[in-house]
T-cell receptor, first 112, second 113 residues
């Protein structure tokens, strides 16, 4: 059974710092991995989608990497801003299934 | 382009009442999903559909029913609401499965008293 873990559960950093969020999964037979952002009381916004054949994806100040063999993905946020404060969730879909399995998220607070 | 729209956004029910949550998407997506989100437990899949007229159970289907009579709509029903169903419910859609990624609605916050 696929399990997805995100550590740490919460993180506070000063504005301007570069930071890394971690996601690990137990079954390496994945189709893809997606990173989402969730603002308080809001829905999920897709940030980056990495297919199993890819090593990384970039969008602006965000870079997500994928290492299938070790069951890990990282989301790198450069030059963090207070507007980056949110909960970040990763989700994986395993080969042969129709669904994403989600981690419980990392709650990020960027202090001005 | 509305994307995925959920109605209602908020609802309070009494134990034993019934209700239907509506999810509508205008992207011609084949796959649709209902998740619930609870503190400390992440998002858990309730039911999903891989096309018009199809439905399937997810991880936590008990107490819920679904229907997909039209491709653009996916309905989630609670026949007899219980306090344990207090949660935030999210609908998502995908063109043809998770390999293409998900688009989420903004959620329905349901409280059962």
């Amino acid at each position: 059974k696929q399990e997805v873990t995100q550590i740490p559960a919460a993180l506070s950093v000063p504005e301007g710092e570069n930071l890394v969020l971690n996601c690990s999964f137990t079954d390496s037979a994945i189709y893809n991995l997606q990173w989402f952002r969730q603002d308080p009381g809001k829905g999920l916004t897709s940030l980056l989608l990495i297919q199993s054949s890819q090593r990384e994806q970039t969008s602006g100040r965000l870079n997500a990497s994928l290492d299938k063999s070790s069951g890990r993905s990282t989301l790198y946020i450069a030059a963090s801003q207070p507007g980056d404060s949110a909960t970040y969730l990763c989700a994986v879909t395993t080969s042969g299934t129709y669904k994403y399995i989600f981690g419980t998220g990392t709650r990020l607070k960027v202090l001005a | 382009n509305a994307g995925v729209t959920q109605t209602p956004k908020f609802r309070v029910l009494k134990t034993g009442q019934s209700m239907t949550l509506l999810c509508a998407q205008d992207m011609n997506h084949e796959y649709m999903y209902w998740y619930r989100q609870d503190p400390g437990m992440g998002l858990r899949l309730i039911h999903y559909s891989v096309g018009e007229g199809t439905t399937a159970k997810g991880e936590v289907p008990d107490g819920y029913n679904v229907s997909r009579l039209k491709k653009q709509n996916f309905l989630l029903g609670l026949e007899s609401a219980a306090p344990s169903q207090t949660s935030v419910y999210f609908c998502a859609s995908s063109p043809r499965g998770p390999i293409y990624g998900y688009t989420f609605g903004s959620g329905t916050r349901l409280t059962v008293v």
